[in-house]
């Protein structure tokens, strides 16, 4: 693996932890904070859902305005954004002031969440986009081991504010590796043409695309499943099975380990196989492990260990479907990168939060809402595999990249 290679993944793989940073950072803080500002596990579990809504819904500007005016600016001007967000939330009062703030470090965060993904699209397709997109995954893989870890220190030292105060350190530190270091992939001449009336248009032609809309809801209903989790692990690990903020910090980082880790597979399997494969295989043994799951949990089998045996089996499997489906949703459309990664992360948020909002109305502190919402996901990303892959026009393509 070549020095820029490597290089490529460790820049856009630590912009691209700014956003997860402030969600795995946060998680352990959700039961002090439902405390301290003296609301309910609804009402908590909404600064989540902000922040997931905005991180979602604001990709659909940078997208776009990332193929206008580059790569560069619009990580500069979202990390701004997400660094004062911090503060606001930091001196949050109350929890609708706490969720506001939170919506808008969101429309700062979405930036590095979208543009990174567009830039490994200028940089690469097929297999070696895999590859790249995968060690992305890898070098942010930081944010879901250590950052709950993070969190749950900041806590113990101080208090749950002191989490937003660190992370808008990491976003200023973010804003000077980007100037530092990011180089511009999108040059001007290639941003001719681009404009919000194009973007429009190539809007109009994703949404007309059946293929490239049933990759990317693959990864949405997939990235849903983690976000359920997300949003309600702290509270079953540490109110209902008796965990510490430690404990729980170490158990979300297990299942982090099996996603990310499973994640550096994609590549290597999908120059053997073709990515298209690797989808529709992996999607068999993701959905099998959450279904039987649930299976067990209804059963009455809610030991702590099997939980997270069986999290961890079907996220490894997760971790193949995720950027894989995101290569091959991106292949198609590499002169709209910006703005049909764009479509794809809105769609993974804005799932996600729709989610968790479901699975927030079942809540009763244990963890079987929990577990059949993420089965339900896993169904639908399995069904969606097997009805957009059936018939797969890349298995060519695939072929041609594995043989490079």
């Given at each position: 693996m070549n020095s820029r290679f490597l290089g490529a993944a460790i820049i856009l793989g630590l912009l691209s932890a700014i956003g997860p940073f402030a969600i795995d950072m946060y998680l352990p803080a959700l039961p002090a904070i439902k405390q301290s500002l003296q609301t309910d596990v609804d009402t908590a579990q909404m600064s989540l859902m902000a922040f997931f809504i905005s991180l979602g819904v604001g990709q659909l500007v940078y997208g776009p305005v990332s193929d206008m005016l580059g790569r560069k600016r619009p990580i500069y001007f979202g990390l701004v954004v997400f660094a004062l967000g911090s503060i606001g939330c930091a001196l949050a009062p109350d929890i609708h002031t706490l969720i506001a703030f939170r919506f808008l470090q969101g429309i700062g965060a979405c930036a590095c969440t979208v543009i990174p993904r567009a830039i490994v699209r200028d940089m690469h397709t097929g297999h070696d986009a895999a590859r790249l997109m995968a060690l992305l995954m890898l070098v942010f893989s930081v944010s879901p081991i250590l950052a709950p870890l993070t969190g749950s220190l900041v806590i113990r030292l101080g208090s749950w504010r002191g989490i937003f105060w660190t992370i808008m350190c990491a976003a200023l530190f973010g804003l000077l590796l980007?100037?530092?270091?990011?180089?511009?992939?999108?040059?001007?001449?290639?941003?001719?043409?681009?404009?919000?009336?194009?973007?429009?248009?190539?809007?109009?032609?994703?949404?007309?695309?059946?293929?490239?809309?049933?990759?990317?809801?693959?990864?949405?209903?997939?990235?849903?499943?983690?976000?359920?989790?997300?949003?309600?692990?702290?509270?079953?690990?540490?109110?209902?099975?008796?965990?510490?903020?430690?404990?729980?910090?170490?158990?979300?980082?297990?299942?982090?380990?099996?996603?990310?880790?499973?994640?550096?597979?994609?590549?290597?399997?999908?120059?053997?196989?073709?990515?298209?494969?690797?989808?529709?295989?992996?999607?068999?043994?993701?959905?099998?492990?959450?279904?039987?799951?649930?299976?067990?949990?209804?059963?009455?089998?809610?030991?702590?260990?099997?939980?997270?045996?069986?999290?961890?089996?079907?996220?490894?499997?997760?971790?193949?479907?995720?950027?894989?489906?995101?290569?091959?949703?991106?292949?198609?459309?590499?002169?709209?990168?910006?703005?049909?990664?764009?479509?794809m992360g809105t769609m993974q948020f804005v799932v996600g939060a729709a989610v968790v909002g479901v699975i927030g109305r079942f809540f009763n502190g244990t963890a079987l809402p929990m577990v059949a919402g993420i089965a339900a996901c896993s169904v639908i990303t399995f069904t969606l595999a097997q009805v957009t892959l059936r018939h797969r026009r890349y298995t060519r393509t695939a072929a041609v990249e594995g043989a490079h």
């Open positions: 980007a100037i530092m270091v990011l180089k511009e992939t999108r040059p001007p001449e290639r941003r001719l043409g681009s404009s919000f009336g194009s973007a429009l248009r190539s809007y109009g032609v994703l949404l007309r695309d059946r293929h490239y809309l049933g990759l990317i809801f693959i990864g949405s209903f997939g990235v849903g499943s983690f976000f359920a989790y997300l949003a309600n692990s702290s509270f079953i690990l540490i109110n209902h099975y008796g965990l510490t903020e430690t404990q729980y910090s170490m158990a979300f980082s297990v299942n982090a380990v099996a996603f990310i880790g499973a994640a550096q597979f994609a590549g290597k399997l999908g120059a053997r196989h073709g990515l298209a494969k690797v989808v529709r295989t992996a999607v068999f043994g993701y959905a099998g492990a959450m279904v039987s799951l649930l299976v067990l949990n209804i059963m009455g089998v809610t030991q702590l260990p099997v939980l997270m045996t069986v999290l961890f089996i079907g996220y490894g499997f997760l971790g193949l479907v995720i950027p894989s489906s995101a290569v091959l949703a991106l292949d198609d459309h590499g002169k709209i990168a910006g703005t049909a990664a764009a479509l």
